[in-house]
């Protein structure tokens, strides 16, 4: 096996499929590069969609597609890098890039779920993981 270089990393950023996961890191980028400057806010997108559904909830929608996005990128190029390493470039590969590429976006959408309970302490005003208390059924 030989020892990964720089042109490796970057194929596997710019190669199908995890070339999805980089458009959408470049978005990110702009996108909080936008929030910096003041050109648009870091709730803009909440009143749109709501991700309580996919266990992503109490956070704002632009923190949680931010954080999945850049953990499928930096799985994916990892596994990609990893499986030519492994196996080096031919047909195996290219099969197996589409499915390690899908285990990547897999995994890092669990660590999303996972990371973002945390963030929640941070946004209080977003609805998501507080536990309010149970109402007092009990007649007095």
Same mark, same amino acid.
């Given at each position: 096996?030989?020892?990964?270089?720089?042109?490796?990393?970057?194929?596997?950023?710019?190669? @199908?499929? /995890?070339?999805? @996961?980089?458009?959408?890191? /470049?978005? #990110? #980028?702009? @996108?909080?590069? &936008?929030?910096? /400057?003041?050109?648009? *806010?870091?709730?803009? !997108? +909440?009143?749109?969609?709501?991700?309580?559904?996919?266990?992503?909830?109490?956070?704002?929608?632009?923190?949680?597609? *931010?954080?999945?996005? =850049?953990?499928?990128? !930096?799985?994916?190029?990892?596994?990609?890098?990893?499986? /030519?390493?492994?196996?080096?470039?031919?047909?195996?590969?290219? &099969? &197996?890039?589409?499915?390690?590429?899908?285990?990547?976006?897999?995994?890092?959408?669990?660590?999303?779920?996972? !990371?973002?309970?945390?963030?929640?302490?941070? !946004?209080?005003?977003?609805?998501? @993981?507080?536990?309010? =208390?149970?109402? +007092?059924?009990?007649? =007095?």
């Amino acid at each position: 096996m030989t020892p990964m270089s720089m042109p490796t990393l970057v194929q596997a950023a710019v190669g @199908f499929p /995890v070339l999805l @996961f980089t458009a959408g890191l /470049v978005v #990110v #980028v702009c @996108f909080w590069l &936008l929030v910096a /400057v003041g050109v648009t *806010s870091l709730g803009s !997108f +909440d009143a749109d969609v709501d991700l309580e559904g996919w266990g992503m909830g109490g956070v704002p929608v632009s923190v949680a597609l *931010s954080l999945l996005t =850049a953990l499928a990128w !930096f799985l994916g190029v990892g596994a990609s890098v990893l499986l /030519v390493g492994l196996t080096g470039e031919g047909a195996v590969t290219g &099969l &197996l890039r589409p499915v390690v590429t899908a285990g990547a976006l897999f995994v890092a959408w669990r660590l999303t779920c996972l !990371f973002v309970r945390p963030l929640h302490r941070l !946004f209080p005003d977003e609805p998501g @993981f507080a536990r309010s =208390a149970a109402p +007092d059924r009990r007649k =007095a």
